[in-house]
């Protein structure tokens, strides 16, 4: 099963996005180990909000607001994509990787497999 881990962080911690060098040393173990057993299958993180932009769709059409997005505490830092036999095991990694910040939300949400469509992914094979 893969999961989508995706973390937030306070924007206004100007450390978070700013980490120290031991922080990115543990980082760098934690993700190598993750890598090395076969489990991540692709990390990122992300520029700040005030370098984004929010573009959102209702009955009057399209609204582009550029970063950064005051409205939000927390916003997305990055995401972690994995591949584990349950959601026990992504929640067991989403904590291992929350414990190497001081302050952070980590969302583990499961990603569609084509198996999960059923009988709809079948009758477009035929």
Same mark, same amino acid.
């Given at each position: 099963m893969?999961?989508?881990?995706?973390?937030k962080l306070d924007e206004s911690l100007p450390e978070a996005w700013n980490p120290s060098p031991e922080?990115?040393?543990?980082?760098?173990a934690f993700m190598g180990e993750v890598q090395a057993s076969g489990a991540l299958?692709?990390?990122e993180g992300v520029h700040?909000?005030?370098?984004g932009a929010l573009i959102r769709?209702?009955?009057?059409?399209l609204t $582009?607001?550029?970063?950064p997005f005051t409205e939000a505490r927390?916003?997305?830092?990055? #995401? @972690?994509? $994995?591949?584990?036999?349950?959601k026990a095991e992504a929640i067991q990694l989403?904590?291992? #990787? @929350?414990?190497?910040?001081?302050q952070v939300s980590v969302e583990v949400r499961r990603v569609f497999e084509e198996e999960d469509f059923g009988a709809v992914a079948d009758s477009q094979d035929a």
């Amino acid at each position: 099963m893969r999961y989508l881990m995706i973390h937030k962080l306070d924007e206004s911690l100007p450390e978070a996005w700013n980490p120290s060098p031991e922080f990115i040393d543990k980082m760098g173990a934690f993700m190598g180990e993750v890598q090395a057993s076969g489990a991540l299958l692709a990390a990122e993180g992300v520029h700040q909000s005030k370098e984004g932009a929010l573009i959102r769709k209702d009955a009057t059409g399209l609204t $582009v607001t550029d970063g950064p997005f005051t409205e939000a505490r927390e916003v997305i830092g990055g #995401f @972690a994509l $994995v591949e584990v036999a349950d959601k026990a095991e992504a929640i067991q990694l989403g904590q291992r #990787f @929350a414990d190497l910040f001081p302050q952070v939300s980590v969302e583990v949400r499961r990603v569609f497999e084509e198996e999960d469509f059923g009988a709809v992914a079948d009758s477009q094979d035929a």
